[in-house]
């Protein structure tokens, strides 16, 4: 089920309780958090294919919730079922308590964003705002209160009369959001709606769009492909693989602490090896890898001297020439390529006589100008940094 946050209170001191249909977690009689979505056991099959297998988690009002994964890995049939266009095999889904099943997807208190924002292009953004408020029935006076009232809260204050052809892409994103928003929806879903815009603009809008849902308080659903994108703007991440969720965290607990080999290697980059563990002591243990290095890694109890391992290394983990008498797992490698990308830069790299390709992270704090293409390079790393899982 769904975490409470870093450093949160223990479970076995926790609450449960329903006031007027809504559900809270109480601790030592203080209300922690209202769920505004819950997902119990929801399972979707497509003849013999099970695209969500048995997946459950809830979400306190408020959240930015961000479920990745690969493609075909059952996130976006995950969200249709939670906005009404699809009904699970088995399972339900409640938004504020209710129950959803039978009803429809206009009836459901959810509104869905897709990657094609559908905007109308012959009304002006006032008009696509207002579009759902006139299908409810609403009076002029009290559409035109409403409409403004989103436009400002979004960021976008006077643009009623302005085209859609007129404003940006950037813009355009906030006008869809807006056309949500202002029909009150307890639970907003996103379905990639950055894949369409260029580079320079998505990293833009993974900025706006965390100050823009903290502003409204909406509880956001927000599906993505994208690591950065679910780092950058979640409270909570679901990895998702397979139909199921590897793991349900903060965004730091999933890249500093992986619970599975699948999200070790899909949240951020890592370098990874194959190995056995040949002798351990109590808390770390000498693995071997494949390729025939070895290493020091601190590890857990339930890997023993001959079990086979998956290990995991991140490229900023990894130090370039360093000082004699630090205590690492030291190696040589020589440099295939220098990827310079600002903050970012990084070396391919691989020990000699291997194919094996490391990346290995050019910290800022240094200058490294003098490495070239073909150079041997003495590189170490921490026992503390590697991450061990079973192997296969």
């Given at each position: 089920?769904?975490?409470?946050?870093?450093?949160?209170?223990?479970l076995?001191?926790?609450?449960?309780?329903?006031?007027?249909?809504?559900?809270?977690?109480?601790?030592?009689?203080?209300?922690?958090?209202?769920?505004?979505l819950s997902?119990e056991d929801?399972?979707?099959?497509?003849?013999?294919?099970?695209?969500?297998?048995?997946?459950?988690f809830?979400?306190?009002?408020?959240?930015?919730?961000?479920?990745?994964g690969?493609?075909?890995?059952?996130?976006?049939?995950?969200?249709?079922?939670?906005?009404?266009?699809?009904?699970?095999?088995?399972?339900?889904?409640?938004?504020?308590?209710k129950?959803?099943?039978?009803?429809?997807?206009?009836?459901?208190?959810?509104?869905?964003i897709?990657?094609q924002?559908?905007?109308f292009?012959?009304?002006?953004?006032?008009?696509n705002?207002?579009?759902?408020?006139?299908?409810?029935?609403?009076?002029?006076?009290?559409?035109?209160?409403?409409?403004?009232?989103?436009?400002?809260?979004?960021?976008?204050?006077?643009?009623?009369?302005?085209?859609?052809?007129?404003?940006?892409?950037?813009?355009?994103?906030?006008?869809?959001?807006?056309?949500?928003?202002?029909?009150?929806?307890?639970?907003?879903?996103?379905?990639?709606?950055l894949?369409?815009?260029?580079?320079?603009l998505?990293?833009?809008?993974?900025?706006?769009?965390?100050?823009?849902?903290?502003?409204?308080?909406?509880?956001?659903?927000?599906?993505?492909?994208?690591?950065?994108?679910?780092?950058?703007?979640?409270?909570?991440?679901?990895?998702?693989?397979?139909?199921?969720?590897?793991?349900?965290?903060?965004?730091?607990?999933?890249?500093?602490?992986?619970?599975t080999?699948?999200?070790?290697?899909?949240?951020?980059?890592?370098?990874?090896?194959?190995?056995?563990?040949?002798?351990?002591?109590?808390?770390?243990?000498?693995?071997?890898?494949?390729?025939?290095?070895?290493?020091?890694?601190?590890?857990?109890?339930?890997?023993?001297?001959?079990?086979?391992?998956?290990?995991?290394?991140?490229?900023?983990?990894?130090?370039?020439?360093?000082?004699?008498?630090?205590?690492?797992?030291?190696?040589?490698?020589?440099?295939?390529?220098?990827?310079?990308?600002?903050?970012?830069?990084?070396?391919?790299?691989?020990?000699?006589?291997?194919?094996v390709?490391?990346?290995?992270?050019?910290?800022?704090?240094?200058?490294?100008?003098?490495?070239?293409?073909?150079?041997?390079?003495?590189?170490?790393?921490?026992?503390?940094?590697?991450?061990?899982?079973?192997?296969?």
């Open positions: 089920m769904f975490p409470l946050s870093a450093g949160a209170c223990p076995s001191i926790l609450r449960s309780i329903h006031v007027d249909n809504c559900h809270f977690f109480i601790y030592p009689g203080i209300v922690l958090m209202q769920i505004d997902v929801v399972t979707k099959k497509f003849g013999e294919f099970t695209a969500v297998d048995s997946v459950s809830d979400v306190p009002s408020g959240n930015f919730f961000s479920i990745l690969p493609s075909g890995c059952g996130k976006t049939t995950l969200l249709r079922m939670i906005a009404g266009f699809t009904e699970p095999t088995k399972g339900v889904i409640r938004i504020r308590e129950d959803m099943s039978g009803i429809q997807p206009n009836k459901r208190p959810v509104n869905l897709f990657q924002l559908a905007l292009p012959m009304m002006n953004v006032g008009e705002i207002a579009f759902g408020l006139r299908r409810h029935g609403e009076n002029k006076s009290t559409i035109a209160k409403k409409v403004k009232s989103i436009l400002e809260r979004v960021g976008l204050p006077g643009f009623e009369g302005n085209k859609i052809d007129q404003i940006s892409g950037g813009q355009k994103q906030r006008v869809a959001i807006a056309r949500c928003l202002v029909l009150d929806p307890v639970v907003l879903l996103l379905d990639e709606p894949g369409a815009l260029d580079l320079k998505r990293e833009q809008m993974k900025v706006e769009l965390k100050i823009l849902q903290a502003n409204v308080g909406t509880t956001f659903i927000y599906i993505t492909h994208d690591q950065s994108e679910a780092l950058v703007m979640s409270d909570h991440v679901a990895v998702m693989d397979r139909g199921g969720f590897e793991q349900v965290d903060t965004p730091q607990n999933l890249y500093n602490n992986p619970k080999p699948f999200v070790a290697g899909f949240v951020g980059d890592s370098n990874a090896w194959a190995g056995k563990i040949r002798r351990r002591s109590v808390t770390s243990a000498e693995i071997e890898t494949e390729d025939g290095h070895v290493f020091n890694v601190i590890v857990g109890e339930e890997l023993q001297p001959g079990h086979k391992v998956d290990l995991f290394l991140r490229p900023e983990a990894v130090l370039i020439q360093p000082d004699a008498g630090l205590n690492l797992n030291r190696f040589d490698v020589v440099v295939k390529s220098i990827l310079f990308d600002g903050a970012n830069s990084r070396l391919l790299a691989s020990p000699p006589d291997s194919d390709e490391l990346i290995v992270a050019l910290p800022q704090n240094r200058q490294y100008d003098y490495i070239k293409v073909n150079d041997k390079i003495e590189i170490g790393w921490n026992e503390q940094s590697g991450t061990c899982f079973p192997g296969k």
